[in-house]
């Protein structure tokens, strides 16, 4: 009798942890569940931001969606968008006489278009000042070099979006001459 009251027990007690048990597994898909929807309503509400402010303001969209890219860590079976770096232009006559500029070293600059190398970056020890104490726009620190790049078009170009990149209160003067110059350049805006 002691026996089969032993044996009614353990089976209860057995019984009521698949219970609880049960219960807390149940709760913790109700968990996850919650999670996900949080995470696909966040993910929902960015994307309809993000698609407001494009055609809010469709000049500055694809420079955002550079800068975001390059900023976004890889997701798993994620396959990155191949770019194809832009190639040095080549140099004739008195320009390709001269000593190779020293070249960039520090972190990829807000804004820097993804096709651009870092070797088209002018040294951040330039001077950015021309021999007779006028800016040389052409060569400021941190900025695209003009001789990188065959056209001035393509160098204004990968220069706007570095600049967008700094609010306009912040930008120092020559960088304030530089954009005044690109946007009146035809076809930039």
């Known amino acids: 009798m002691q026996r089969e009251a032993e044996r009614k027990a353990s089976a209860e007690a057995a019984r009521e942890a698949h219970r609880r048990k049960t219960e807390e597994d149940e709760a913790l898909k109700e968990r996850i569940a919650q999670a996900d929807r949080a995470a696909a309503w966040a993910r929902e509400r960015d994307a309809d931001a993000r698609s407001r402010a494009q055609s809010q303001n469709p000049a500055n969209a694809q420079t955002r969606?550079?800068?975001l890219s390059s900023t976004q860590t890889p997701k798993?079976?994620?396959v990155k968008r191949a770019t194809k770096m832009l190639e040095a232009a080549p140099l004739y006559g008195s320009d390709a006489l001269e000593p190779p500029p020293p070249p960039y070293i520090g972190p990829r600059p807000a804004g820097l278009p993804e096709n651009v190398?870092?070797?088209?970056?002018?040294?951040?020890?330039?001077?950015?000042?021309?021999?007779?104490?006028?800016?040389d726009l052409h060569n400021l620190p941190g900025m695209p070099r003009r001789k990188f790049f065959r056209k001035e078009y393509e160098w204004a170009?990968?220069?706007?979006p570095m600049i967008r990149a700094i609010p306009p209160d912040e930008r120092p003067l020559s960088l304030k001459v530089l954009f005044?110059?690109?946007?009146?350049?035809?076809g930039m805006k």
């Not at 190398?117 to 800016?135: C, H, N, Q, R, W």
């Not at 005044?180 to 035809?186: I, Q």
């Open 76 to 78: 798993i079976g994620e």
């Open 180 to 186: 005044a110059l690109l946007r009146s350049m035809p």
């Open 65 to 67: 969606e550079s800068s």
């Open 157 to 160: 170009q990968a220069c706007l």
């Open 117 to 135: 190398p870092l070797e088209a970056l002018t040294s951040l020890d330039a001077s950015g000042v021309k021999p007779d104490g006028t800016y």
